[in-house]
C-alpha cells in the first residue's frame, strides 16, 4: 500500500495551491501585496470560486497568505516583518486609559450568550450557530459618558466571559488571561462621524447636534485567528481618535 499520492491524485484544491504558491514565487511580491479577486483567479485558473477559495484557504494554513475581511487576499509579511508584528498589540479602552491616569468604569446593559448569526460567524471565521458571547456596555472616564460599545466574540476563545462582571474588569485582560491566551494584536478599524441614532441619545447623555464617531473594529489574536468584532460609538465631544500611518 503507497503512503504518498502523486501530484496527480491530490485533491483538485491542493493541486491548485500549488499553482498559487508557484506563480506567486515567481512573481516575486512584498508583504501585504494584494491578490486578485477570487472572480479573477477563478477564470485565470479555470476553476470554481468554492475551489479558489480552498486553495487560497490552505496556502493561508501555511502561512502564505492572510484575509483580508471584506477586502480579499495578501501575500503575509516576511517572517521578520510578522515576528515585530507579533511584538505589538491592540490597546482596549481601559489600557488606553490606564496610559493617561484616568479612572474608568462600565454600565452594563446586557450580557449574553447566543447562537452566531452568519454574517458574524462569516467574519469570526466560526460556524453560524456557534456560540457568541455578546456584551453592550457604555463607557466611563472620570465619570464622564464617553462611549456605547458593543462587543461580539467566540466563547470559546474565552469561556470565563460568560461569568464575568465587566462593570470594573476589562475585557481584553480576559481574553488575555484566557487558556491558551488570547492576546488581541491587531485590528482593521473604521471610523466615520454622523449624527446618533435610536438609543444612541439616552445611553450617550446627547442633547443638542452632538456628533458622534461610529467604529467598527475586527480584532485579531497572536495567530492572526480573528477573536473580536466590536461597534464603539463615541461622543464627538469628548473623544480624539488618533492614527500612525505607515508604509
Do not use: K
Not at 484544491?13 to 479577486?37: F, H, I, N, T
Not at 477564470?43 to 494554513?61: F, M, P, Q
Not at 452568519?118 to 472616564?141: D, M, P, Q
Amino acid at each position: 500500500m503507497r503512503a504518498l499520492l502523486t501530484p496527480d491524485e491530490l485533491p483538485l484544491y491542493l493541486r491548485l495551491a500549488e499553482r498559487l504558491l508557484a506563480d506567486l514565487q515567481a512573481a516575486d511580491g512584498e508583504g501585504g501585496a494584494r491578490l486578485p479577486s477570487e472572480r479573477q483567479l477563478a477564470e485565470r485558473y479555470e476553476a470554481s470560486r468554492v475551489t479558489i477559495r480552498a486553495a487560497l484557504g490552505e496556502l493561508r494554513e501555511r502561512g502564505v497568505l492572510v484575509s483580508l475581511p471584506a477586502r480579499g487576499w495578501a501575500l503575509a509579511a516576511p517572517p521578520g516583518v510578522r515576528e515585530e508584528a507579533r511584538g505589538a498589540r491592540v490597546l482596549g479602552f481601559s489600557d488606553l486609559a490606564g496610559q493617561r491616569g484616568l479612572r474608568t468604569r462600565s454600565r452594563v446593559l446586557s450580557s449574553a450568550v447566543r447562537p452566531a448569526t452568519v454574517r458574524e460567524a462569516e467574519l469570526l471565521r466560526t460556524v453560524a450557530g456557534a456560540e457568541l458571547f455578546e456584551l453592550r456596555r457604555i463607557r466611563y472616564l472620570n465619570d464622564l459618558v464617553i462611549a456605547l460599545e458593543h462587543n461580539r466574540l467566540p466563547l470559546a476563545v474565552a469561556p470565563a466571559m460568560a461569568t464575568t462582571d465587566f462593570t470594573e474588569t476589562s475585557l481584553y485582560d480576559v481574553l488575555r488571561a484566557a487558556v491558551p491566551s488570547q492576546a488581541p494584536r491587531y485590528a482593521d478599524y473604521s471610523v466615520e462621524a454622523r449624527h446618533a441614532e435610536g438609543d444612541e441619545h439616552e445611553h450617550l447623555e446627547l442633547s443638542g447636534p452632538v456628533p458622534i464617531l461610529a467604529a467598527t473594529q475586527l480584532t485579531f489574536n497572536q495567530a492572526g485567528v480573528p477573536i473580536e468584532l466590536t461597534f464603539q460609538a463615541y461622543r464627538g465631544d469628548r473623544y480624539t481618535f488618533h492614527a500612525s500611518i505607515t508604509d
